[in-house]
């Protein structure tokens, strides 16, 4: 699932984030461009949490 560009942005190089993977406490995240990976909170991207991670959890197989 992409990230668009207003909510987020790679940290390392400004890239589009992918998410590629959700718990309840975190969501991983992977640049597009540069290949970067890491964890960012559920409500990383502004929303309180409230489109992605439960997009996500959906997505990844997990109950909300």
């Not at 909510?7 to 597009?32: A, F, N, P």
């Not at 990976?37 to 997009?55: C, K, L, R, S």
């Amino acid at each position: 699932m992409l990230v668009d560009r207003k909510d987020g942005y790679c940290r390392t190089c400004g890239g589009q984030l992918e998410i590629t993977g959700v718990d309840d406490v975190t969501m991983e995240v992977e640049c597009t461009e540069c290949g970067d990976a890491y964890a960012v909170e559920t409500d990383a991207f502004n929303n309180g949490g409230i489109v992605y991670w439960p997009q996500a959890m959906a997505e990844f197989g997990e109950d909300c």
